[in-house]
């Protein structure tokens, strides 16, 4: 075999081997062909708003949030859009504002769609915290929105806890009494230590709601009300907000208001046990 056929030869073998290699490698969009969405979704959190992120397809997300103006009333925002794992961005062209107001946990009727086809990106921060700006939206209070997870929020308030001397906890009832709320159901405590009274509302639509009302006394050691007399009523509402019906569901209902000494409580109710899981109940407005 002459010099020339030889040098052909290795030539050939060289190009071969390159062009196998370059077969051989893959690009992914992230580890294991995940979708990179997957590392951030969830449900985020700041003031009376919150936001859920979920992953669809290979770099899509999907979002959801809401905001509430009262119980039941609020705005609501519908979007999509494409992660870009380099500025760590969700951008997005597709943003539905609506204003609504929920007849269930996760069912709403529109009232007015207030905006579509809105654009702009959700920020994925590196301290976990996400930054949201909208065109549409630019000039409202809360923007940017900042959210937290609620474990890294549980996860801050612990190191702030242990950083720091824990505030001594009030056992005197007049500290507790006031309004506090969660989503689209509010209690009111008011009376005194050893007749406290309790009043729940839960709007189900514009024109209804359940309502119930307890009493019971205040232990300043465990800070709590336990009650045994609650009544649950169904109201319907006229077009002026006067009640123009009202039925009674049941009676004596069983349970207890738990407060924590940082502004919140929890209700636990035997007939309402359901409904109530992993609810907490923020102070809104001071008796």
Sequence with gaps: MNTKKIICLVLSLVLCTALFAACGKTETPAENGQNPVMNIVGTYMNDRCTATIEAQGENGAKVSAYWGETA?????????????????????????????????????????VVFENGAGYIQVNEDGTLTWEDDQDSNMSFEPLEFV???????????????????????????????????????????????????VTWGSSAAEASVW???????????????????????????????????????????????????????????????????????????
């Design 149 to 199: 997870t609620p474990d890294d929020a549980e996860e801050a308030d612990a190191a702030s806890d242990s950083a720091e001397p824990a505030e001594e906890v009030s056992h005197d009832f007049a500290d507790y009494t006031g309004i506090y709320g969660a989503g689209r159901c509010s209690i009111e405590i008011g009376g005194d230590k050893d007749n406290a009274t309790i009043s």
């Design 213 to 287: 009302t307890m009493s019971g006394s205040f232990d300043p050691d465990t800070l709590r009300i336990n009650y045994s007399d609650s009544v649950k009523a169904n109201r319907v509402y006229d077009e002026n907000g006067e009640v123009a019906s009202e039925t009674v569901e049941y009676e004596n209902g069983v349970g207890r208001i738990q407060f924590f000494g940082d502004g919140t409580l929890a209700w636990q109710d035997e007939q309402e046990a359901d409904q109530l899981i992993d609810m907490t109940f923020e102070k809104t407005l001071v008796d």
């Design 72 to 112: 039941k009333d609020g705005f609501q925002w519908e979007l999509t859009g494409t992660f870009n794992a380099e500025t760590n961005r969700i951008n997005y062209t597709d943003a539905k504002k609506m204003s609504v107001t929920y007849t269930d946990v996760d069912v709403y009727d529109v009232n007015e």
